[in-house]
């Protein structure tokens, strides 16, 4: 399935599902295998899937260093990658945020290094400077510009304002927010301003950190970095689960997986041109390249999503169980 989208005015034509590479980053996941995740990436690639996301944050560096494997034994011309620059990163470790020119021009020829490319087709600015003049952030992106080594650029984690300020000293075309079905706060003002603007837009954890995939029951326990999360913890991950299991019978009338209807349901928001799906083996690759060009009814779309609300699972706690 080779569906392209043309990503807000970056020109780009991309996948809709792009291929995530937090998961190579293990202080967050544990260790995970390179050759299952290269294994996979070839299979998105066979499969269809342009889009390849990453950053130097990830694992410090190391999932640029696969995505570059993956890269050597491929025409470059085509894949479309996206990587994000923000951390100065110390010896011992420890980073602290940095989007000064100097060092954007020094971090974005280490990152094509390590992927062995020549461009990066979307550089994005991980996070928000605050220290950093919004005119040197800007000249030094247009310089990586006019030099030929990024095509586009734009932000990740950036506010609404944030972005809207960016965008008086240089052409951010593209944002890359968090949203999932549990956590839609960016429709209040980000989404849709990037829809009025045209500026593409790529959500991250659109499968709330595996929490929608389906294949939880609510008694699991996690060894990474969800074990310090709320909504991964005794009664409210229950709740959650519960409430995500509920739609199966859903699913089903779509002959969709739980983990297809969810994609499937984000994709339609039309603010949203693309979901990142972090996949760590062949096998997620193939069910969530599934939900590409699938829909539901509008009826069953606000069903989904009365299912997943906050409030909603809250009320299936304070009942304790009984949906309401």
């Known amino acids: 399935m080779n569906e392209r989208i043309v990503f807000g005015n970056t020109g780009l034509e991309v996948s809709p599902i792009c291929f995530g590479t937090w998961q190579l980053s293990p202080r967050f996941w544990g260790e995970q295998s390179k050759t299952d995740i290269l294994d996979a990436m070839n299979a998105a690639f066979d499969a269809g899937i342009n889009f390849f996301d990453t950053a130097d944050a990830y694992g410090d560096g190391y999932a ?3 995505l570059g494997e993956f890269l050597a034994e491929k025409s470059r011309e085509t894949i479309v990658i996206c990587t994000k620059v923000f951390n100065h990163f110390n010896p011992d470790a420890s980073r602290y945020p ?24 979307l550089y994005l600015l991980h996070m928000f400077d605050p220290l950093t003049p919004l005119a040197d952030m800007a000249g030094a992106l247009d310089s990586l510009k006019k030099q030929g080594k990024i095509r586009s650029y734009g932000v990740s984690n950036h506010t609404v304002e944030q972005l809207r300020a ?10 890359q927010p968090l949203y999932s079905l549990i956590d839609t706060e960016t429709e209040s003002d980000l989404l849709p301003y990037c829809e009025a603007e045209n500026i593409g837009v790529m959500v991250y954890s659109p499968m709330h950190k ?4 389906g294949k939880y029951s609510g008694s699991e326990t996690f060894t990474d970095f ?17 409430a995500v299991q509920s739609l199966v019978p859903l699913a089903e009338k779509y002959h969709l997986s739980t983990y297809q209807l969810v994609l499937a349901a984000t994709l339609m928001h039309p603010g949203i041109d693309v979901a990142i799906v972090g996949i760590k083996n062949p096998s997620q690759i193939t069910e969530a390249i599934g939900a590409i060009g699938k829909t ?3 009826e ?5 999503r009365k299912t997943l609300a906050i409030d909603s699972i809250s009320k299936i706690q304070d009942t304790g169980g009984e949906r309401k």
């Open 64 to 66: 640029e260093t696969v």
């Open 98 to 121: 940095d989007l000064s020119p100097e060092h954007i021009l020094q971090r974005c020829d280490l990152q094509l290094q390590r992927m062995g490319i020549e461009t990066i087709d």
């Open 166 to 175: 960016h965008r008086y000293f240089g052409n951010y075309d593209a944002a």
């Open 210 to 213: 595996g929490l929608l995939t």
């Open 226 to 242: 969800r074990k310090h999360l709320g909504e991964f913890q005794s009664e409210r991950f229950q709740a959650i689960a519960a």
């Open 296 to 298: 539901i009814s509008r």
């Open 300 to 304: 069953d779309y606000f069903a989904v």
